[in-house]
């Protein structure tokens, strides 16, 4: 059982609603700790709010914008401080954040896993299991992500190569399609892949929390997706009861 949220994007004092919302069951929280949303953000505030969470119990994940601070850095900065402010702490704790986690039959990533992505992770890990498909994608993270490849030349190179890390155009990349950090299916245009089963994840702003259905794979019956990173408010799911709470400071 777990309690889940995405996208806190350096606000402590989500931050703390989330850890302290039943305090005894599992956290995880979907990736983009950092880059707040606000007109003037503080980095004090987003330290802190990264600190709060790298210090707690909480599953945590990469989401793009965590990734743009490590020293490999697979894409630009989209933060207000600057690419090398949560250096020093991303690449301190890389080994205390996931690309991907198994739990109460749902796969969570930061944006989910895309139609292509899907057919791609099928074929490479050979079963639909979600914990072995959480598993394989944790490994080719890691893998990918000491690929360098050079940009404009030998002197300009980025890190992070493969279906994992690709960036669609209707997000700024030259992609057909988004990997797990950047998969959008509006701007696609396609579901989630039902191919890995239920899937739970942020990165797409929605106006409230969103649940939807993908068609059925392999003529298997229509899976279950959820999409946290609502717009209107923070929101949390709960697998337990199988509902959504909107974290609201008291």
């Known amino acids: 059982m777990a309690i889940i949220t995405t996208d806190i994007h350096g606000d402590p004092t989500v931050a703390r609603l989330f850890l302290s919302f039943r305090p005894t069951e599992l956290h995880i929280c979907l990736g983009d700790v950092v880059d707040s949303r606000i007109h003037r953000p503080s980095f004090e505030k987003e330290a802190e709010c990264l600190d709060l969470l790298l210090k707690s119990d909480s599953i945590l994940l990469w989401g793009n914008h965590d990734l743009a601070y490590l020293p490999e850095r697979p894409w630009k900065c989209y933060g207000s401080f600057g690419e090398v402010a949560f250096q020093k702490q ?32 099928v074929k490479e890990v050979g079963t639909t299991d979600q914990a072995t498909v959480a598993d394989w994608i944790n490994t080719e993270f890691k893998r ?107």
Request: net charge negative.
């Open 144 to 250: 990918e992500l000491q690929t360098r490849l050079p940009i404009h030349g030998p002197d300009e190179l980025r890190y992070g190569h493969g279906p994992l890390f690709k960036i669609p155009v209707c997000r700024g990349g030259t992609d057909e399609y988004g990997g797990i950090f950047w998969f959008d299916a509006y701007g696609e245009q396609t579901q989630p892949s039902p191919a890995v089963g239920r899937q739970i994840f942020g990165h797409t702003p929605v106006p409230y929390p969103e649940r939807g259905t993908s068609a059925a794979f392999a003529d298997g019956p229509p899976v279950s997706w959820i999409n946290l990173n609502a717009i209107e408010g923070h929101w949390i799911y709960d697998t337990r009861h199988d509902e959504f709470i909107e974290l609201i400071s008291t």
């Open 90 to 121: 991303f690449d301190a704790a890389r080994d205390r954040l996931l690309a991907a986690y198994s739990i109460d039959g749902w796969l969570c990533t930061h944006a989910g896993v895309s139609p292509k992505v899907g057919r791609f992770l």
